[in-house]
C-alpha cells in the first residue's frame, strides 16, 4: 500500500533536523527539467510561473544557482503547507518516520516521485504548470509513465489522497495489476458530497499521521479512521472510493 500525496507551493530548507536518506529516484529527470527552466529568460520563467516580481525574483534566482545535490532537505520536511502541518512529521517517533518512509510517496513537478526521505532543494514548478520541455508539451507528456511505473514496482493498491492536478499524472498509467482507492473528505449539501480545499487538506494530512501512529497496513482499516470530525460513510463508499463525511452530516 502506498498513499500518494501532492507537494506544497511553499519550502523550506532544514538540513539539521534529520539527514536525508537518498537522493530521489528520477533525478536524471529532475536535471533535465532544470537545464530546460535554465535556458529560458527570467521573464519566460515569471510568465511561466504566473507570479509577482519579489517572488519571480527569488525564485529565478533558485534556479540560476540551483545545486540538486547540496544543502538537501528530507522531502517530508521540506514542504510547508496545511496537508504537512497537520500531518506533523517533525513529531513523528522513530516507527511513524519509518512508517511514512515505507507508505507515503509525494509526487513534484520538478521532482517527479519523491520518497520522503529523499533529499530535495527549494523549487517552484507545479504539476500542471505549461512548460513545454524537449518536445513534450506540458510536464504531463514529460513524465510519461515513469511516476505510475514507480509505484507499479512497489505495491498492488495506491491510497489517493493528492489533488486532481497530481493524481491525473498517475492513474491513467497504472497498470490493471495495481488497484486505486480514493478517499473523499467532505460535507454533505443537499445530496451532494462537496469538498472544501483547506479542510480537505487538513483531512489527507491527518490521514497519514493517524495511518502511521496505527501502523495501518491495509485499506480496510482505514475506514475507523474519525479524527477532524469525520467518519466514514458506508453507504456513499464503494471498495475503491471511501467517502468521509462530518459526523454531523451523517
Known amino acids: 500500500m502506498r498513499f500518494i500525496l501532492s507537494p506544497a507551493k511553499n519550502m523550506k530548507v532544514d538540513t539539521d533536523s534529520l539527514p536525508p536518506l537518498a537522493l530521489p529516484a528520477l533525478l536524471p529527470q529532475t536535471q533535465r527539467l532544470l537545464r530546460g527552466l535554465q535556458a529560458l529568460s527570467h521573464q519566460q520563467r515569471q ?4 507570479c509577482n516580481d519579489a517572488l519571480a525574483a527569488r525564485n529565478n534566482q533558485q534556479v540560476d544557482t540551483m545545486d540538486l545535490s547540496g544543502q538537501l532537505t528530507p522531502a517530508l520536511l521540506s514542504y510547508v503547507g496545511i496537508q504537512y502541518r497537520y500531518m506533523a512529521p517533525g513529531v513523528f517517533t522513530r516507527a511513524e518516520l519509518d512508517y511514512v518512509q515505507q507508505h507515503v510517496r509525494i509526487l513534484s513537478g520538478f521532482y517527479g ?21 524537449e518536445g ?8 510519461g509513465d515513469k511516476l505510475a511505473r514507480f509505484l507499479a514496482d512497489e505495491t ?9 492536478e497530481y493524481s491525473k499524472a498517475v492513474e ?11 478517499c473523499t473528505f467532505g460535507s454533505l449539501q443537499g445530496n451532494r458530497v462537496v469538498e472544501k480545499g483547506t479542510l ?5 494530512g491527518q ?3 493517524w495511518a502511521a501512529e496505527h501502523g495501518v497496513d491495509q485499506a480496510t482499516r482505514l475506514q475507523d ?13 464503494t471498495e475503491n472510493h471511501y467517502v468521509f463525511l462530518l459526523k454531523e452530516d451523517l
Open 172 to 182: 491513467p498509467h497504472l497498470p490493471a495489476s495495481v488497484s486505486v482507492l480514493k
Open 207 to 209: 490521514m497519514v499521521r
Open 113 to 133: 516521485i519523491l520518497r520522503p526521505f529523499d533529499g530535495v532543494v527549494p523549487y517552484r514548478l507545479e504539476m500542471g504548470t505549461p512548460f513545454a520541455v
Open 47 to 50: 510568465a511561466l510561473w504566473k
Open 225 to 237: 479512521f474519525s479524527d477532524l470530525g469525520y467518519q466514514y460513510d458506508p453507504v456513499r463508499s
Open 136 to 143: 513534450c508539451k506540458d510536464l504531463y507528456a514529460f513524465w
Open 156 to 164: 498492488d493498491l495506491v491510497v489517493n489522497l493528492a489533488s486532481k
Open 200 to 204: 480537505c487538506k487538513m483531512a489527507r
